[in-house]
């Protein structure tokens, strides 16, 4: 994945500000995301993406 992939195509988000809202909302959940950044809101595609990038930011603590 590249570090600035745009990541939800049907809310146009990519995933430096997935990554911004992880940290400057201590997000934890898949959930937390969808309601944050409105990535994974609509048909659900990215959030295998969304699921990587929240792994990996709570694994780098
Ligand atoms: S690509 Fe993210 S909700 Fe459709």
Redesign the pocket.
């Known amino acids: 994945m590249e570090n600035d992939s745009k990541?939800?195509?049907?809310?146009n988000?990519y995933k430096s500000e997935i990554i911004k809202a992880i940290k400057d909302f201590n997000l934890n959940t898949i959930e937390d995301i969808q309601i944050a950044t409105e990535?994974?809101?609509?048909?659900?595609?990215?959030?295998i993406d969304v699921r990587v990038i929240l792994k990996q930011q709570l694994e780098n603590k």
């Open positions: 990541i939800c195509f049907c809310k988000i990535a994974g809101s609509i048909c659900g595609t990215c959030l």
